[in-house]
């Protein structure tokens, strides 16, 4: 079998499927000043076929050492965006491994159709957004979103920045002007939504919803007004996202805002992140927290195991944008709808929702059409039959990965041209009266 060989054809040159990894333990050295990353990665997996090979994807990074333990490497080669390890004996599907990769170099964002993404210098810190295949810019990863797995991650630091990543802090220990921050993350997580943000922050615990997730906000001390301001809605969102969707899929939700201006704001397990330019004070990108928040149920709990399904993620946390509008008294969901669905009738009718292919997978039309769809099954079924569907979709797929075709299952047959006809379809009538919304869980 040959890397990649049955792999995601929107990325083809990532990933490996002869294997699914259990567990990741990065250990890592940062110098702010210098950009200089020292890395060594530990990875538990367990083949999936025979073979005597394995791929890493590792871009912009030299590996300098390989161990297998218990096996003999025969030789160790590295092209531009893998580390390939070819063993001395054939093993067969179902053995576990323990991989060993000591690495080093200067990391950078990797250019992809999609932009720059991964590891990026900010002005005085460091912001990781990996989606789709930025991860491999500052680890050795089977960058398959598919392959979901639990991780330790150590990071030494400047002393006076502070560290931020995927899970949960159980320790930080400074020496020698040195800060060493260990996060633990024991849910599986893709590897494109695990994260590392440093910067001159501080990090506050802003609330708690009504069911006892914390709320945490990180930010340099100056944007604090501002974040006061604009992220104290977040609990109201949560608990409304909590009645639609069941429960919230984390144990915290961390709100991470860079003193630099972003493009766009970034999803990561747990977490979202924010440029300055998105807390402006007066809530004029709360659609955009809404959204981000969302993804922790559509794309981060429930992932797609491939990206031509991208549409559950974005379709959901573009339609969530609308239930919260409908929640707080503003335009309803049927109003945004009907506006979204005149517009999209203006561009091209050239997008399959169901496989976009990579050029469009984030294309604007994939976000709002997924949302179209929803609605249209919500008017077609009504709302208790709506988000009971929607609470099921999120119970059974938790921390999992789903595709298209199972949404499609538990749906009605109204979905079938959203997804597979190019042709935009039109919006069911109106319901009578005003939407009933998601009912809260115990009436």
């Known amino acids: 079998m040959t890397a990649g060989l049955g792999a995601d054809p929107y990325v083809p040159r990532s990933g490996d499927t002869r294997y699914r990894v259990e567990r990741y333990d990065v250990d890592l050295d940062y110098r702010i000043a210098t950009n200089r990353l020292a890395g060594r990665a530990e990875i538990a997996l367990v083949t999936l076929a025979d073979t005597s090979v394995l791929s890493f994807d590792l871009v912009g990074l030299r590996a300098s050492n390989v161990q297998v333990r218990g096996r003999k490497v025969a030789k160790m080669r590295q092209s531009e965006r893998r580390v390939r390890v070819m063993l001395s004996e054939e093993l067969p599907a179902g053995t576990p491994l323990d991989v060993r990769i000591d690495y080093a170099g200067s990391p ?3 250019r992809s159709p999609w932009g720059p993404i991964g590891w990026e210098e900010l002005e005085d810190g460091v912001l990781v957004a990996s989606q789709p295949t930025g991860a491999p810019t500052w680890f050795p990863c089977n960058d398959r979103v598919a392959d979901k797995a639990r991780y330790r991650i150590a990071i030494a630091c400047d002393q006076n920045h502070r560290v931020e990543a995927t899970g949960r802090r159980v320790s930080t220990t400074t020496r020698a002007g040195r800060t060493t921050h260990v996060f633990e993350e024991d849910t ?239 919006l069911p009538p109106r319901r009578s009266g005003r939407a009933a919304g998601p009912a809260r869980q115990d009436d």
């Open 108 to 110: 950078r964002p990797r």
């Open 188 to 426: 599986p997580t893709s590897a494109y939504l695990v994260t590392v943000q440093i910067g001159r922050y501080v990090s506050r615990q802003i609330a708690e919803t009504a069911e006892g997730v914390p709320v945490a906000a990180v930010h340099s001390p100056a944007l604090a007004a501002r974040v006061d301001a604009d992220l104290a809605v977040v609990p109201r969102i949560l608990e409304t996202f909590e009645r639609a969707f069941g429960p919230y899929p984390m144990s915290v939700c961390r709100l991470v805002v860079t003193e630099d201006e972003l493009e766009i704001p970034l999803e990561a397990q747990g977490m979202a992140v924010f440029g300055a330019n998105h807390i402006d004070g007066r809530g004029g990108s709360e659609r955009l927290v809404a959204h981000e928040i969302a993804h922790q149920w559509f794309g981060n709990s429930v992932g797609v195991g491939q990206w031509r399904d991208i549409w559950l993620n974005e379709g959901f946390a573009c339609y969530a944008e609308w239930i919260w509008s409908e929640a707080k008294g503003g335009p309803s969901a049927d109003e945004l709808a009907r506006t979204h669905h005149a517009r999209l009738r203006q561009l091209p009718q050239d997008l399959l929702l169901s496989d976009p292919g990579p050029d469009l997978m984030f294309d604007d039309r994939v976000y709002k059409r997924g949302a179209l769809a929803l609605h249209a099954l919500r008017l077609t079924i009504g709302d208790p039959a709506f988000f009971d569907l929607v609470r099921a979709w999120t119970a059974n797929h938790r921390h999992g990965v789903a595709a298209s075709a199972d949404f499609e299952r538990m749906a009605d047959p109204v979905l079938a041209p959203w997804l597979h006809e190019r042709a935009l379809p039109e």
